[in-house]
């Protein structure tokens, strides 16, 4: 696959993985999401194995941020979700990826998992599908410091925007 059909075909699947969401959100009902998921899951599997992690070099700056979006929303996957964050550490490393897509897989395989997240990235509908919660978090009192050496806004400002969006 040439570089510039890659970045384009991620920009394809993230806008069909957000019109999912979005009609999702809107009716209540997760219609296509799991099959958009998992297409996209099956396709973003395949270009890591034939290229490595989709860096900034490969794909650009929007290349890069769909990939971890569709990496992001690989839940039913957490085998390949877990081998994206180890690419991904390294492309940040690299500077092929932001510090911010690192802390948001981060915190999505750790909550997956069962475990308290890291940098405090993660929500979720209470139990009655009303009322966003965080879910849990390590060493709450070092958050605001690790969300920012993630480039990351402090913890209370990004509870306001997640709660604005109920």
Do not use: K
Request: with cysteine; glycine share 10%.
């Amino acid at each position: 696959m040439v570089i510039s059909e890659l970045a384009e075909a991620l920009h394809q699947r993230a806008a069909r993985d957000q019109e999912a969401r979005r009609a999702a959100q809107e009716t209540g009902l997760a219609g296509d999401l799991l099959s958009v998921d998992a297409d996209n899951t099956a396709w973003l599997t395949g270009v890591v194995a034939e290229h490595g992690w989709p860096g900034i070099d490969l794909v650009g700056e929007e290349g890069a941020e769909e990939a971890w979006l569709l990496a992001q929303h690989a839940d039913r996957e957490p085998q390949f979700q877990r081998r994206a964050l180890e690419l991904l550490t390294a492309a940040v490393e690299a500077g092929q990826a932001p510090h911010r897509h690192l802390a948001y897989l981060t915190d999505r395989c750790l909550v997956g998992a069962g475990e308290p997240q890291v940098y405090g990235t993660q929500y979720v509908s209470g139990p009655d599908g009303t009322g966003l919660r965080l879910h849990p978090v390590a060493d709450p009192e070092g958050l605001d410091a690790r969300r920012a050496a993630m480039g990351l806004e402090p913890s209370a400002a990004y509870d306001r925007r997640m709660r604005a969006q109920e």
